[in-house]
Structures are given as structure tokens and as C-alpha cells.
């Protein structure tokens, strides 16, 4: 493995208002240059506040009370506000969740794409129109002059979904972190919406961080996984390892509740309820002992 | 492997294809009967603001107690010329029903946008920043609310003393509540939006969000809201005229005129029926092109 871009260490959240309820376990992840990370989980697992915690845009409810983010030397929890506001775009840039509320309603697309590239690069915005329309070309979209012109609501959630990839890689960041891209699409736009940011990665060397509570998504696009339960990592490998020799046993039993297409007699498993307890307990006793804390990580 | 099934064939294109292109804000407005008879309506009253001396035909201050509550055209005793009567000074009450336009309109503009630009910049602060801010902004506006609305106005006439600027403090002082608490809401639902997120995460400062993000998205509610506050600016000056607080009596307004009207209302209704039809038509004007505004507006409901 290469260098690391990203490198995130014992990083625990509580909730303040929750009576200090763990958000997340020390968790513990590092993103080589030009590598797809995949962080699966189900809801409420902590997959999100990982991604705002890079970002800087955890809710104010919610603490960092452990752990580094570093981003290429750069302490990114303990940089000032307008230090970190100059990192985000041009190196970090996010993928948002839900593409027909991540486009403002109000402002035309070509608004919207050409802000990073007035503000961040200075482009005139003549240069930026320009560029607009090649970033559009980039995510495949065939007639970027009628889309620039549009308004959000005018566009189809396929579309949207390119629109927001095309801002994301607008600045050529470093770092693209993917929340639950594809979660908003039906499945055959899935597809495409992958293969897109798989391509574009590849193309620029884009380190990604990709959330996904699919281990389907997850599989196709990642290279590596690290599983989620309770913001605490259960298991991290590369894809193929974990979708072939899953060691850890949470790992095996969302493995069993992912339909697979390859494989379809095999039939859906609920994730077993004694699991869940075990864990449960397991993670609680932890708690208990700090220090311990961690000793499960991957 | 865990397989994503795919129905299209490889490297297909996405263009705008079959999007459904809804109608422009332009077109949706022009096709609202309401919006343009109301809009029609409000601009012969602009014009006839602008325009009064020269399109009044007598002059509104002129008395002649020769030709003192002359019926309007068509009724009996009626001189030509007269088309509305006169009142019981022989003033012309169409010449005064036309001057008086231009008080209504004159408050009616400043006195809603003064709020408007008061009520919505607390609003968005209180919106987007929440918590401290919000608690300290949200309390003062309803300790604010508490008060009755009229009597507040002609205790603080009574303190600024009467004159134009002094109704316009009035509203502005009273109704910049009804566009905080409106602004605020609509903040606060539009600073939930991913897009808010996604400006944060481009590295935008938060002042950039709400000036680029936010406030065009609170503009439809807001344009809407304050056509409807025009409309009751107009009746809080004729309320004001009415109990000769508003500006000096040898302005006409359509208060005032409601006000002599009624000394006289046995023996000629119309000096009475004219401003208060008159009143009457321009705050349904503007609360239907306040309606018809925020339809169109909307971008949710524009899909």
C-alpha cells in the first residue's frame, strides 16, 4: 500500500445531549492515494459522523472527545475554522446524500458548478462556464449547455446525481468523500452513477471515502471495507477478502442478509438476534474498560 | 461476488430527454387571471400616484360651497364634470380619491420594505444560526406580538407626533415581527437541505451560505409576504388618517376622507363609499397578487 492521504486514528464521538451516548469507538482507518474506501454499516451505525468529522460539520450535539484526522500532515480537528474552510473543496470535497435536496432549488447549475471554481481557483467566469461544461462532459451528460442553464428541479435524480459528481471532482480534490451516493437511485442508475465516480477516481487519483449501509454498492466499488457496528469498526480488508473470507462473525452475517444475484437459492438471513446481543454486550463491557478500548480493530 | 442487477446497455448517456420543462415564473403569472387583474389594478394606482396632477381634474383642496355634496354622475342634481360628487366643502372626491393614492402608496412601498429588510435579516440570523441568537431573537418577538397592534401604532404617532415618516415608523416598528417569524421558519427548513451541507463542505463561510444559498430560497415566501404587508400598510394609514394622526389635513388621504365621510353620511354616502371602495379594491388587489406571487414563486410547487 501506498502512503496514506487519509489517516484516521482512535477516533471517538459522544453524543452530548444523549447522556454521552458513543457515537463512535475508536475507530481507526487509513485511505492510501487512490484508494476507494468503503465504510458499510447499518443506520445509526456512525458511518455519517465519520464523514462530517473529516468535514468539519459534526452537530453541535455531537463531541469529539478522542482520537486524529489527519489529511496529509494536516491535524484536521484542530485547524482553525477559516484554515479548514480553504482545505474544503479544493482538496476535500463532499458527494451528498440525496441529490434532489444537495442542489440548491433556486440557483441554476451553472451557479452552483462554477462557485468553487470562481472562489477556489479564481477563474473569471467566462473560464469557469467553460470549465462547467467540460466537468459535464466528464459525468457523461450529452447537451452540457442545455444543463447549465437548467434549474435542479428540471433535471431527472440521474442527472442531478452527475451534476453533484461533476461539482465534487470540479476542483480536482484530493480527497472525495461519497455519503450514501446512490442510496436516493433506482438500481440501473446505481450502476452508472459507480461506474462514474470509479472512472473519475481512477482517472485523477482521487483517494474516496464511500458510505453505504449496500454491501452491494460497497463490493463494487471498493478496495477496501472496513465494517461498522455501533461506531465501532468490526472488521477492515480489502473487498475481496471480506466478501470471500469474512472472519469477523457481524461481517458474516451481513454478508447473509445482502442479496446476491450470483447466488440467489441462497436466500435472505436476518442478522441473528443472539449475534446482536453478544455485540452488544461485548461493546458495553468495552465502554466500561477505556483502556481496552479499540482491541477489536482490524 | 454481490452483484447490482443493470438494465441499461453499457456506456449509455444521460440527457434531458423526456424532463417535462415546466412552465416559466412568467408564464405561470400571466396565466393567473387573479394575479393580473390585481397587478393591472395596483399599476393604474401607481400611475395615478405618479401622474395626479396631471390627470386629477380639479385641484383636490379647491372648496366651493356653491357646488357643495354634489351627487356622483349619473344620479340626480349631478353636475358634469364632478364624475364622483363633491363633499360638503365642494371638493371634488375623485380629484381627492386620486391624490389621495399617493400617501396609501408611498407608506404601502416604504413601510413594507423597511419591515420587510428589518424582519427578514433578523429572521435569516435567527434562522441559520440558532440556539443564543435564535432564543434571544424568537422571545423578543413574542414579547413583541403582545402587543395590541393598533393601539401600539397610535400611542407611538402620538409620541413621534403625526406626519408621514411617523406612520412609517409606526408599521415598520410593529410588523418587522411578521417577517421574522416567517423568515425564521423558512430559514430554518431550508438550513437543514443537503445543499447547505454541500456549500459548507466546498468550504463556504456561513455569511456566503446565507447571502447565496439561503436567501434565494426564502425570496418567493418573502416577495409574497411583503405584497401582503403592502396591503395592510395601506389600512393601518387609513386607520391612522382616519383618527387624524396621520399626515397634516390639507394632504388628502383616503382616511381622512373615510373620516369627513362619515360626518356627512346622511347627506352624501358617496364621500364616504368612494375611498373606503377604493381601500377596499387595493388591499384585495395586493393580497391576491401577494397569493398568486407566492404560487408561482415556490420552486416546490413550480415542479
Known sequence: MSAARLSIDDLTAVSVRDGNRFMLRDVSLKIAIGEVHGIVGESGAGKSTIAKAILGIIPSQVKVTRGRIDFEGLDLL???????????????????????????????????????LRLKRGLSSSEAR??????????????????LRSYPHQLSGGMRQRVLIAAAFALQPKLVIADEPTTALDVTVQKQILRLIRSLQERHGTSVLFVSHNLGVVAKICDRVSVLYMGKVMEQATTAELLTAPRHPYTKALLGATPRYDAPESGLQPIPPGLIAALRAEIAASDARPADRGSADG | MVEVSAARPEGSQATLGDTLRPPSIRTRLLGDRKVVA??????????????????????????????????????????????????????????????????????????????????????LVAGFLGEGIDSLISRLVDVWMAFPPVLLSILLVAVLGTGLHSVITAIVVIDWTRF??????ETMAQARMDYVVAARALGFSRFAILLREILPNVMPVL???????????????????FVGLSVSSDTP???????????????????????LLALFATVVAFNQLGDGLARSLDPVLRR
Open chain 2, 180 to 185: 421574522c417569524r416567517v423568515v425564521r421558519t
Open chain 1, 78 to 116: 484542530s485547524l482553525s475554522s477559516t484554515a479548514l474552510r480553504a482545505v474544503l473543496g479544493r482538496d476535500i470535497a463532499l458527494i451528498a446524500q440525496d441529490p434532489s435536496t444537495a442542489l440548491n432549488p433556486a440557483r441554476r447549475i451553472e451557479a452552483q458548478l462554477t462557485d468553487g
Open chain 2, 38 to 123: 390585481a397587478g393591472s389594478f395596483l399599476l393604474i394606482l401607481i400611475v395615478a400616484a405618479l401622474a395626479a396632477p396631471l390627470i386629477a381634474p380639479r385641484d383636490p383642496l379647491d372648496q366651493n360651497l356653491m357646488l357643495a355634496t354634489l351627487p356622483p354622475a349619473g344620479f340626480a342634481g349631478a353636475e358634469p364634470g364632478y364624475v364622483l360628487g363633491t363633499d360638503d366643502l365642494g371638493r371634488d372626491v375623485l380629484s381627492r380619491l386620486i391624490f389621495g393614492t399617493r400617501v396609501s402608496l408611498t407608506v404601502a412601498f416604504i413601510a413594507a420594505g423597511l419591515a420587510a429588510l428589518l424582519g427578514s435579516w433578523l429572521g
Open chain 2, 223 to 241: 416577495i409574497a409576504l411583503i405584497t401582503l404587508e403592502m396591503g395592510i400598510a395601506v389600512v393601518v394609514e387609513a386607520i391612522l388618517s
Open chain 2, 253 to 275: 388621504t383616503w382616511g381622512g376622507m373615510i373620516a369627513a365621510g362619515r360626518q356627512s353620511i346622511h347627506q352624501a354616502w358617496w364621500v364616504l363609499a368612494a375611498p
Open chain 1, 130 to 147: 467553460m470549465r462547467a461544461g467540460t466537468l459535464l462532459e466528464d459525468v457523461q451528460i450529452r447537451d452540457p449547455t442545455q444543463v
